[in-house]
């Protein structure tokens, strides 16, 4: 079973800061997603990665597979960005879909 | 785009008594995971389907069960509940094994009183 770390748990940062969210996995994967869950909420996919890097607005991911790690990256945080940022992998071929990682609890303050 | 829809988006339940939670996948998926999130908790993976039969099953109790209609919806159905049911209660589709990725429901969140 693939066991998921992330770093840091909990983050506090002021508005305008560069964030980052680290997350590592012990085993082999076809692919690493990022989620976003507001307090309350529902998961929102943010990316899905299998190599390189994406983009989206703000957001920017990462993933070394040879390293198997990956980062989220804010830029130009703002309050609204506060959530807890899940990484979970697909371990590739799993009836179980995706194993989780305990996530980033993520507070910009204005 | 159609997303995958959850019903109901709450739901509070008195200590054993039974609750019926339905997952619609997004059109063209196969594949529905259902997955508990206890409070402060990451997500458990409960049970999945492919194709209207069982595919894996995790950490789901024996008082809960179940199934993918013809369809593809799903239900979970939730028997003598506990206070320690009480989680969001989410599920993902996907297209076959997820190689496409998947997409998630907002959620039901379950509530044992």
């Known amino acids: 079973k693939n066991e998921v770390e992330q770093s840091p748990q909990n983050l506090t940062a002021q508005e305008g800061e560069f964030i980052t969210i680290n997350c590592s996995y012990s085993?082999?994967?076809?692919?690493l997603h990022w989620l976003q869950q507001h307090p309350g909420g529902g998961i929102v996919s943010l990316f899905m990665l299998s190599s390189g890097k994406k983009k989206h607005g703000r957001l920017i991911a990462t993933i070394n597979i040879q390293e198997k790690h990956s980062s989220l990256h804010i830029t130009a945080s703002h309050p609204r960005d506060s959530a807890v940022y899940i990484c979970?992998?697909?371990?590739?071929?799993?009836?179980?879909?995706?194993?989780f990682g305990k996530g980033t609890h993520l507070i910009i303050q204005p | 785009a159609a997303g995958v829809i959850q019903s109901p988006r709450h739901l509070i339940k008195e200590k054993r008594e039974t609750a019926t939670l339905k997952c619609y996948p997004i059109?063209?998926?196969?594949?529905v995971y259902w997955y508990q999130q206890g409070p402060g908790q990451d997500p458990q993976f409960l049970i999945s389907f492919y194709e209207k039969m069982q595919s894996d099953k995790g950490s789901i109790p024996d008082r809960f069960s179940a199934q993918q209609f013809s369809d593809y919806h799903s239900e979970l159905n939730m028997s003598s509940l506990e206070l320690g049911d009480s989680a969001l209660y989410f599920c993902?589709?996907?297209?076959?094994?997820?190689?496409?990725?998947?997409?998630f429901g907002s959620g039901t969140r379950l509530t044992v009183v």
């Open positions: 979970a992998v697909d371990s590739g071929g799993g009836a179980d879909g995706l194993t």
């Open positions: 085993v082999g994967i076809s692919a």
């Open positions: 059109p063209r998926h196969d594949t």
């Open positions: 993902a589709s996907s297209l076959g094994s997820g190689g496409y990725g998947y997409t």
